[in-house]
T-cell receptor, first 115, second 114 residues
Framework: GENVEQHPSTLSVQEGDSAVIKCTYSDSASNYFPWYKQELGKRPQLIID?????GEKKDQRIAVTLNKTAKHFSLHITETQPEDSAVYFCAATPTHGGSQGNLIFGKGTKLSVKP | DAGVIQSPRHEVTEMGQEVTLRCKPI?????LFWYRQTMMRGLELLIYFNNNVPIDDSGMPEDRFSAKMPNASFSTLKIQPSEPRDSAVYFCAIRRVGMNTEAFFGQGTRLTVV
């Protein structure tokens, strides 16, 4: 089945710097890759997603890139702000087999943005 | 917040007691997921349903855990008997399978077993 690896597990940056979180997946047939942000004590919420027919997507300070050949995708946050501090999860969606339609999550990255 | 309603928000119970967590999703979805979150193990999928039918319950830790979805508007996750290691935040999430769309999470239930 699908397996998602996420790195790093913790990331500390200075306000204004960029942050990059990387994920790899194992099932080449996976076709949907969302990123979730979870603030302390709250539920995970979608911040951006990308589908396998697209290589890059951007939304203001957040961008996601997808390399289907290498089976990895990354989240890029530019001009980081203290309110970006949270745990970020990547996920992949298998398209066949018993896990079809499921969302397989990475272990998460705790991002700390220091003022 | 009205997308998925979970209850209770917090539950403290004694070891050995039965615990029932509830999830009420909005209409329009056809998949429902139960996740468990801990510091050590992150977000773990316990079970998910497509059109009210359990599809994959391989994540259910052991026979003490059971889940039901009697209709499209309600699901329960039951732990009997509960143990201290079951302490975690349990999330219910919904999604439309067949469309590459996001999963909406409920606010979660924080379970503490003492």
């Amino acid at each position: 089945g699908e397996n998602v690896e996420q790195h790093p597990s913790t990331l500390s940056v200075q306000e204004g710097d960029s942050a990059v979180i990387k994920c790899t997946y194992s099932d080449s047939a996976s076709n949907y890759f969302p990123w979730y942000k979870q603030e302390l004590g709250k539920r995970p919420q979608l911040i951006i997603d990308i589908r396998s027919n697209v290589g890059e997507k951007k939304d203001q300070r957040i961008a996601v890139t997808l390399n289907k050949t290498a089976k990895h995708f990354s989240l890029h946050i530019t001009e980081t702000q203290p309110e970006d501090s949270a745990v970020y999860f990547c996920a992949a969606t298998p398209t066949h087999g018993g896990s079809q339609g499921n969302l397989i999550f990475g272990k998460g990255t705790k991002l700390s943005v220091k003022p | 917040d009205a997308g998925v309603i979970q209850s209770p928000r917090h539950e403290v119970t004694e070891m050995g007691q039965e615990v029932t967590l509830r999830c009420k999703p909005i209409s329009g979805h056809n998949s429902l997921f139960w996740y468990r979150q801990t510091m050590m193990r992150g977000l773990e999928l316990l079970i998910y349903f497509n059109n009210n039918v359990p599809i994959d319950d391989s994540g259910m830790p052991e026979d003490r855990f059971s889940a039901k979805m009697p209709n499209a508007s309600f699901s329960t996750l039951k732990i009997q008997p509960s143990e201290p290691r079951d302490s975690a935040v349990y999330f219910c999430a919904i999604r439309r399978v067949g469309m590459n769309t996001e999963a909406f999470f409920g606010q979660g239930t924080r379970l503490t077993v003492v």
